[in-house]
C-alpha cells in the first residue's frame, strides 16, 4: 500500500500559520473541554548519542486520529543533520487504516510557532508592534512567522549565540508574510528586549538568556 505523503511545501500551502493559529486554537479547546484523547508520550532514550525517540498519539473525535514519531539528536547538525527528524502518521479514524505521512519535523516547528501565535493573540496588547527573537533556528522562524499574523509587528530584534545564524535568519525572512523590513541583529539578549512588547525564545539553552527582571 502507497501512501501519500505530505511535503513542507505541501502543508504550508495547505495551512497557512494564521489558519494554524486558529487550528491551535480549536484544539486547545478541545483539550480543554475533555474531548481530545492525549495519552502520555512514549520515550525511547538513546544514551549512546544523547538522543531520544518518541511516539506521541492523539485522537479528536469523530474525525482525526494519528501519531507523531520525533526523534530529537542533539549532536546531529555535527553530521550536517537537522536536530529534529520526524514523521506523522494519520490514521482512518472509521478503520484505523493508514492515510497519510506527513513531514513531522515541518509540522512540529509549524504548530510550536502557531501556539506561540494563540497565545501573543490572546495575551498581548492589540496594537503590540515590536518584537524580540531569542535564538535563530526552526523554531524561531516559525515562531516570528506566528506573532506577525496576529500582530501588526513592525520592528523585530533578534538575538543568537552564534551571530551568523542570526543574520542568516535576518535575511531570509525580511518581509516574509507580515514580517518587517525594520528586523535586525541585537547584540545582547538585553538589547533584543528592551524595548519589546513581545518575547519569543526559541533555544534549548539550559540556562536563563536573560534577567526578566531588567
Same mark, same amino acid.
Given at each position: 500500500?502507497?501512501?501519500?505523503?505530505?511535503?513542507?511545501?505541501?502543508?504550508?500551502?495547505?495551512?497557512?500559520?494564521?489558519?494554524?493559529?486558529?487550528?491551535?486554537?480549536?484544539?486547545?479547546?478541545?483539550?480543554?473541554? +475533555?474531548? $481530545?484523547?492525549?495519552?502520555?508520550?512514549?520515550?525511547?532514550?538513546? *544514551?549512546?548519542? &544523547?538522543?531520544?525517540? !518518541? %511516539?506521541?498519539?492523539?485522537?479528536?473525535?469523530?474525525?482525526?486520529?494519528?501519531?507523531?514519531?520525533?526523534?530529537?539528536?542533539?549532536?546531529?547538525?555535527?553530521?550536517?543533520?537537522?536536530?529534529?527528524?520526524?514523521?506523522?502518521?494519520?490514521?482512518?479514524?472509521?478503520?484505523?487504516?493508514?492515510?497519510?505521512?506527513?513531514?513531522?519535523?515541518?509540522?512540529?516547528?509549524?504548530?510550536? +510557532?502557531? $501556539?506561540?501565535?494563540?497565545?501573543?493573540?490572546?495575551?498581548?496588547? *492589540?496594537?503590540? &508592534?515590536?518584537?524580540? !527573537? %531569542?535564538?535563530?533556528?526552526?523554531?524561531?522562524?516559525?515562531?516570528?512567522?506566528?506573532?506577525?499574523?496576529?500582530?501588526?509587528?513592525?520592528?523585530?530584534?533578534?538575538?543568537?549565540?552564534?551571530?551568523?545564524?542570526?543574520?542568516?535568519?535576518?535575511?531570509?525572512?525580511?518581509?516574509?508574510?507580515?514580517?518587517?523590513?525594520?528586523?535586525?541583529?541585537?547584540?545582547?539578549?538585553?538589547?533584543?528586549? $528592551?524595548?519589546?512588547?513581545?518575547?519569543?525564545?526559541?533555544?534549548?539553552?539550559?540556562?536563563?538568556?536573560?534577567?526578566?527582571?531588567?
Amino acid at each position: 500500500m502507497a501512501l501519500p505523503f505530505f511535503t513542507a511545501e505541501q502543508i504550508r500551502q495547505a495551512l497557512p500559520m494564521r489558519r494554524a493559529v486558529e487550528a491551535m486554537r480549536e484544539a486547545f479547546i478541545a483539550f480543554s473541554e +475533555g474531548r $481530545a484523547q492525549i495519552p502520555q508520550r512514549i520515550q525511547i532514550p538513546i *544514551p549512546e548519542r &544523547e538522543g531520544i525517540t !518518541l %511516539i506521541m498519539p492523539g485522537y479528536i473525535p469523530p474525525r482525526e486520529l494519528g501519531l507523531k514519531v520525533v526523534s530529537v539528536f542533539p549532536h546531529n547538525p555535527e553530521r550536517g543533520l537537522p536536530t529534529i527528524s520526524a514523521l506523522v502518521l494519520m490514521l482512518d479514524p472509521e478503520t484505523g487504516a493508514p492515510m497519510a505521512l506527513l513531514d513531522g519535523a515541518f509540522l512540529t516547528a509549524w504548530r510550536t +510557532g502557531a $501556539a506561540s501565535g494563540l497565545a501573543t493573540d490572546l495575551l498581548a496588547r *492589540p496594537d503590540a &508592534e515590536s518584537l524580540a !527573537l %531569542i535564538g535563530a533556528g526552526a523554531q524561531a522562524r516559525t515562531q516570528l512567522l506566528a506573532v506577525c499574523a496576529v500582530r501588526p509587528i513592525r520592528r523585530v530584534r533578534v538575538y543568537s549565540r552564534t551571530p551568523e545564524r542570526a543574520r542568516k535568519l535576518i535575511e531570509e525572512m525580511r518581509g516574509q508574510e507580515g514580517v518587517p523590513e525594520d528586523i535586525a541583529l541585537a547584540p545582547t539578549p538585553e538589547a533584543a528586549v $528592551a524595548e519589546a512588547d513581545v518575547v519569543c525564545t526559541a533555544t534549548n539553552s539550559s540556562t536563563p538568556v536573560f534577567d526578566g527582571r531588567s
